[in-house]
């Protein structure tokens, strides 16, 4: 089993910057990938940004590109999303999750959420 505790989130203003972290513990080398979900209300949830554990290019959700980096620390058990020119549209629930199999979307694991509220 693999535990995700996320922290970071809040309240900006557009154009302000936001840092989202996520914490792995228990079983987490049968981590293959990590990285964090959105979803807003009335919208489908979004795939937003994914990084392997052993490295490669990370993905991003094109609504991103650019303006969001996902990152890892040298343990690789803890992700960092930062989020910089945030725009009211990313205003949604972040979820860290984590995949034990190649595709990163087919997330096993996730962490409780948090907010991300930009204001115009």
């Known amino acids: 089993q693999v535990q995700l505790v996320e922290s970071g989130g809040g309240s900006v203003q557009a154009g302000g910057s936001l840092r989202l972290s996520c914490v792995a513990s228990?079983?987490?080398?049968?981590?293959?990938?990590m990285g964090w979900f959105r979803q807003a209300p009335g919208k489908e949830r979004e795939g937003v940004a994914f990084?392997?554990?052993?490295?490669?290019?990370?993905y991003y959700a094109d609504s991103v590109k650019g303006r969001f980096t996902i990152s890892q620390d040298n343990a690789k058990t803890t992700k960092y999303l930062q989020m910089n020119s945030l725009e009211p549209e990313d205003t949604a629930m972040y979820y860290c999750?984590?995949?034990?199999?190649?595709?990163?979307?087919?997330?096993?694991?996730w962490g409780q959420g948090t907010q991300v509220t930009v204001s115009s």
């Open positions: 990084i392997y554990t052993d490295g490669g290019s990370p």
């Open positions: 999750a984590a995949s034990t199999r190649v595709q990163c979307r087919d997330a096993k694991y």
């Open positions: 228990g079983s987490t080398y049968s981590i293959s990938c």
